[in-house]
């Protein structure tokens, strides 16, 4: 029996042997490369986002464009919205709404737009009235009449923080790569939506608003460098997060020949039709790649 044990052994450390000898050769850019471990090839990382490849408009076989709409009460959304405290959590972890606006003041995001076809540019001095209110109390007011300074205590400054923040939007493209015989999808652009800070208060004229479109292409360095924690002590950058899809949506618009109108525009007062809808589309650009192994 002892016998056996060492010949286990020895077959157990030759195999082992092979695996160190063969790790990392699929990530190797040269032959020294080969059997470093994944800590030293992340060392050895650039800390950048991984480029999109270039996609020639011949390749592209079949293409849609979609809207969706993530809602932050669901649970598998969180990571996108926590953590809204920012007092009692490490300066690495911020919100997916922090990390856009700090971004945005640093200038490391430039093209923001007021819409989601990008048409017309917006600047941080152009969405400060969206994202924040300043009044000015009645004492104040009293102040300014008297021809005096308004003391600050007398204005009220309101911003919209992580907590306001209900959902996002986001425009992207599923499109079939001929060249790579691969359905693959593409984010265009995020918005987040809240309630409008000029009546956040007012609990019967809290409808949501886009407060802006940041063009996510633009956006990816300053995701990527952010981190969101997606459970099981595993941590991965909003980036990551966003272009695996892992996260939960529900699609409002697509594009179509009747000048991309909303689901809600031919389906009106009734959720779970359009919900139903939603789920037609998704199934349809499932069924896509399907059929094209199919025929």
């Known amino acids: 029996m002892k016998g056996k044990y060492i010949i286990f052994s020895l077959l157990l450390f ?6 160190s000898q063969t790790a990392n050769i699929l990530n190797a850019d040269k032959p020294e490369d080969i059997g470093k471990s994944k800590a030293d090839a992340d060392d050895n990382a650039k800390g950048a986002p991984l480029e999109y490849g270039y996609v020639d408009d011949r390749d592209v076989l079949w293409s ?3 809207w969706e709409i993530i809602d932050l009460n669901e649970r598998v959304n969180f990571p996108l919205y926590y953590p809204v405290d920012t ?8 919100s997916l709404y922090d990390v856009l606006i700090r971004a945005i003041k640093n200038g490391k995001i430039e093209n923001i737009y007021a819409d ?11 969405i400060r009235a969206t994202i924040s209110r300043v009044d000015t109390t009645d004492y104040g007011i009293e102040q300014y009449n008297a021809g005096q300074e308004v003391d600050e205590q007398f204005i009220d400054r309101r911003d ?3 907590a306001d923040i209900v959902q996002y939007k986001i425009r992207g493209i599923w499109y079939f790569d001929k060249r790579q015989a691969e359905l ?17 208060d007012d609990s019967e004229l809290n409808d949501l608003v886009d407060l802006f479109w940041v063009w996510y292409p633009d956006a990816r360095d300053a995701l990527y460098e952010a981190k969101a924690y997606v459970g099981n002590n595993t941590i991965i950058s909003y980036d990551q997060l966003l272009n695996a899809r892992r996260f939960n949506s529900v699609i409002f618009k697509e594009d179509n020949v009747q000048g991309d109108r909303s ?27 399907q059929d094209m192994w199919n025929y």
């Open 64 to 66: 849609k464009g979609t």
């Open 116 to 126: 989601s076809y990008f048409t017309e540019k917006r600047t941080l001095k152009d």
């Open 160 to 162: 919209l923080g992580a």
């Open 14 to 19: 030759i195999g082992f042997t092979g695996i």
């Open 184 to 200: 693959k999808y593409r984010i265009l652009g995020i918005a987040p939506r809240a309630p409008d800070v000029n009546f956040i």
């Open 263 to 289: 689901i809600n525009d031919y389906i009106v007062d009734n959720s779970f039709m359009q919900l139903l809808e939603s789920e037609r589309i998704k199934e349809q650009i499932r069924n896509f790649e």
């Open 87 to 94: 007092m009692n959590i490490a300066s690495n972890r911020r």
